[in-house]
């Protein structure tokens, strides 16, 4: 179920990588978590960040989550889709539901992220 | 943690769990969305079992619940249920709760599962002067609420009280799936519904009957994620948020179940003294104005001000906005008027409204 051309982080984010670009967004597992999504807040395209700096915030009914980003890079754009149904977090987390758009700065941080059968065992380990 | 003797039902349902005031209880099963709107549009089924239960009884039990609350219980007949409050001589709050009149020597109180212990102590320590009897009965009691405009149709099948003669804060005794319950027209959801309690040790055939009648009409089991935003859109309060030992009765907009004609009881004179003075603040129902969800303990900004902070708020499933409960200073109460919330490190902009937010068509 999570694609495997995807790299991930231990908070639950996706990076799936375009040429020197990275399409971010979260995983089912963190959808299914934060519960019925209403709310997404998203960053200013050209904004600059370092790796695990804060993309934006989603709200849920209940609870309010940071989305990290994998790594560094520039917001080259962002999921506008998402004001209007943030629900497509919920129902497409790795699609449609994608986050942001960065322009990656260090393609060696990649490395440091986790592949798809690595995340796979992470979220079984959390389970037990 | 405790358990409810339902827990293992709730699993079998797939019922996300967690720990709330000792107890390991359901958040939500199929998603506070799903569970919200269900109940306000055909029903849902919750398990309260963590809830107090305690008995007053003796020669001066009215007297007694008379001198604790600020309601006037000697308005209820035998079968009749009233929404009051433990009162400290402040005014300010105990605990808010329902006490049912089970005869005039016997009255039945439901508390806060959060304030069980605390309750207790505080009705079992305030006896002097009166001939009565204190019981903490919560462990014996189970409970479940039935709400939803579907409840009377899903319920009556199952029981031989004639709930359509029920009328609502209305209580009555006898099977429910074969079980013995006290069946009260009560909820804290602001639809239709009734309240079954029982002291069966083996009570698991009221949850899983109702399910079973429930289901192929739309019912679905309800978490406390979802027991939260119906409360809050009916402006029902929480005590802890909303309510508490630093909040007097009148400030948190609560005079309708203040009858000073009724005789002494525990507050009284500084409720006459706030009604003479007038109030420095109020509790008000709010919706945001810009984009966000205003939370508990968020701040609140009258000017460039910090003037309280949230006290319950939402994004309200029904209503789709974001609403929230909160002290204002009294100038600033009327409806219309505008302030902040701080969100993170922005400054929403925020509505007093008209409350209850949500209010049900019809009311038996």
């Not at chain 1, 600059?48 to 915030?57: D, R, W």
């Not at chain 2, 009604?275 to 508990?296: N, T």
């Not at chain 2, 993170?344 to 409350?355: E, F, H, L, S």
Request: hydrophobic fraction near 40%.
């Amino acid at each position: 179920m999570y694609p495997s051309d995807f790299y991930y982080t231990k908070d639950h984010e996706w990076i799936k990588v375009e040429g020197n670009e990275g399409l971010v967004g979260i995983t089912d597992f963190a959808q299914h978590q934060l519960g019925d999504i209403i709310f997404v807040e998203l960053p200013q395209v050209g904004a600059e960040l370092a790796a695990h700096q804060s993309i934006g915030v989603v709200e849920s009914v209940k609870s309010v989550s940071d989305v990290y980003s994998p790594v560094a890079g520039k917001i080259v754009a962002v999921n506008d889709g998402l004001s209007q149904t943030a629900d497509l977090l919920n129902k497409d987390p790795h699609g449609r539901g994608w986050i942001v758009r960065l322009k990656i700065k260090d393609r060696k941080e990649l490395e440091g992220l986790m592949k798809v059968s690595d995340y796979e065992k992470f979220l079984e380990g959390l389970e037990s | 943690m405790k358990k409810t003797r339902f827990n293992e039902l709730h699993k079998k349902l797939g019922a996300k769990m967690v720990e709330f005031v000792g107890w390991e209880m359901p958040i939500e099963y199929k998603g506070i969305i799903d569970e919200h709107m269900a109940v306000r549009t055909r029903a849902g089924l919750f398990d309260v079992s963590h809830m107090g239960e305690v008995f007053v009884t003796g020669k001066d039990a009215l007297a007694y619940v008379q001198w604790l609350t600020p309601n006037d219980a000697a308005r209820l007949l035998p079968g009749q249920v009233q929404y009051t409050a433990l009162m400290t001589p402040e005014s300010t709050f105990v605990d808010d709760m329902l006490v049912y009149c089970i005869n005039p020597r016997t009255y039945f109180l439901v508390v806060n599962a959060a304030n069980v212990d605390k309750d207790f102590a505080w009705i079992a320590g305030h006896t002097k002067g009166f001939e009565v009897r204190v019981e903490n009965q919560s462990d014996a009691y189970s409970q479940v609420a039935l709400q939803g405009p579907l409840a009377e149709k899903i319920l009556q099948p199952l029981t031989d009280i004639a709930l359509g003669a029920m009328k609502s804060f209305w209580w009555s005794k006898g099977k429910v799936a074969g079980i013995e319950c006290l069946v009260s027209r009560t909820g804290y959801t602001g639809e239709d519904g009734f309240e079954v309690y029982s002291t069966d040790p083996d009570p698991g055939a009221v949850w899983t009957s109702i399910i079973e009648k429930g289901t192929p009409l739309g019912l679905l089991p309800i978490g406390l994620g979802a027991r939260d935003t119906l409360r809050l859109e009916s402006k029902l309060m929480l005590y802890g948020n909303d309510i508490s030992d630093k909040t007097t009765v009148l400030e948190a907009d609560l005079k309708w179940i203040v009858k000073l004609q009724k005789g002494d009881f525990l507050g009284k004179p500084v409720i006459e003294k706030q009604l003479a003075e007038g109030l420095q603040r109020k509790l008000v129902g709010f919706e945001l104005i810009d984009k966000g969800i205003a939370r508990p303990h968020y701040p609140v900004y009258v000017g460039a001000q910090k003037v309280s902070e949230v006290c319950s708020g939402t994004f309200s499933p029904f209503l789709k906005k974001p609403i929230g409960l909160a002290y204002l200073p009294i100038g600033a109460t009327a409806i219309g008027t505008e302030f902040e919330v701080g969100i993170r490190d922005k400054m929403t902009r925020a509505k007093v409204i008209p409350t209850p937010f949500y209010k049900r068509a019809d009311k038996k």
